[in-house]
């Protein structure tokens, strides 16, 4: 099903990360549809993708997330920043339909978070900072943005293993 680790990165690792991305320089890129027919906006940032490193912050912030998962290959590694103005909630949707790993690492916490359906029931997890849920990526889920916050951040990890 789904794993959560509450604080998984060591506290100055997990400061470095979130301070790189909040940063108000951060090179964000704007982005529709998460799932085909989605309304809302986002805003995201790649780090490794197409087997390829697509920024050199791999190196020293995302790697090191991919050791502690002990992860085999790398498929795609994204940041992602919700805005409450701009975004609701995903349509339902899996990462991937072949045998791999999700992993959603909050960086900072509010009442959005990560809806999951599985055997057709739902649940909802909270986003929590320096939270990771890890789970199969064919599992249906989706983003659901804050109410109590203007802006969620997440970094999203797929993974062999």
Partial sequence: MFEIKKNFLEKEQFT??????????????IRGEMTPGDTSYYFNFSFYNYQDVNSPLYTDYILPIFNQ?????????R??????????????????DFKCKTAILYLNSCDGGTHFKINGKTKFIEAEENQIVIFDSNIEHRAVTSKNCSI???INLNYFI
Avoid: C
């Fill in 16 to 29: 470095k990360l979130k301070e790189l991305i909040v940063e108000q320089d951060f090179p964000w890129r």
């Fill in 69 to 77: 998962l002990e992860s085999k290959a790398v498929i795609q590694a």
């Fill in 79 to 96: 940041a992602n920043m919700f805005l409450s103005d701009l975004f609701t909630r995903s349509g339902w949707h899996t990462d991937y």
């Fill in 152 to 154: 969620r951040y997440i």
